[in-house]
T-cell receptor, first 114, second 109 residues
């Protein structure tokens, strides 16, 4: 079955540590995204990539970094510069369906800073 | 600024009908999406509206009025598994997705 795999599902980090969240897709989608979800707020875009070796900052890119060396993979690093990293992180990829750019999401990674 | 408004929480009874509203103020409009998200899980695509009117898909329907900046998601014959958050998202003139905070729907027996 095609889909998006995120790992780990739960992650704990001490302040000052960098952590990397994995996102792998086998849907053959060109575009991939990272969102952050906080209680009471809409999804906020961190980074997105429309093609291999290219990515763009979203609305809240500060304190985060990404790479897109392979079409299937779009890892997100949460650096120590991110002031409030505790959140639910969602990776997504997209394809066009009847004129709509429909997102398929991974199951998410919940990061907690201790 | 750009804004999507949805009720925070709604409660309905199993077997009944519920309507979840979404109003938006965005710079341009290129389509509106509804996604369903069960607690702790990934959002899944429900519907897409770009023209005014009603789109029906089984027990779920979605309506759009572009002149009013308004959409609703209608869920019929509610089942316990419909307990979830429902996210409204609008694509603006730059094709950026703007997300509402979601409506948590609680279904009671």
């Amino acid at each position: 079955d095609g889909g998006i795999t995120q790992s780990p599902k739960y992650l704990f980090r001490k302040e000052g540590q960098n952590v990397t969240l994995s996102c792998e897709q086998n849907l053959n989608h060109d575009a991939m995204y990272w969102y952050r979800q906080d209680p009471g707020q809409g999804l906020r875009l961190i980074y997105y990539s429309q093609i291999v070796n290219d990515f763009q900052k979203g609305d809240i890119a500060e304190g985060y970094s990404v790479s897109r060396e392979k079409k299937e993979s779009f890892p997100l690093t949460v650096t120590s510069a991110q002031k409030n990293p505790t959140a639910f992180y969602l990776c997504a990829s997209s394809t066009e369906l009847s004129g709509a750019n429909v997102l398929t999401f991974g199951a998410g990674s919940r990061l907690t800073v201790l | 600024g750009q804004n999507i408004d949805q009720p925070t929480e709604m409660t309905a009874t199993e077997g009944a009908i519920v309507q979840i509203n979404c109003t938006y103020q965005t710079s341009g409009f290129n389509g509106l999406f509804w996604y369903q998200q069960h607690a702790g899980e990934a959002p899944t695509f429900l519907s897409y509206n770009v023209l005014d009117g009603l789109e029906e898909k089984g027990r779920f329907s979605s309506f759009l009025s572009r002149s009013k900046g308004y959409s609703y998601l209608l869920l019929k014959e509610l089942q316990m598994k419909d307990s979830a958050s429902y996210l409204c998202a609008v694509t603006d003139s730059n094709y950026q997705l703007i997300w509402g905070a979601g409506t948590k729907l609680i279904i009671k027996p």
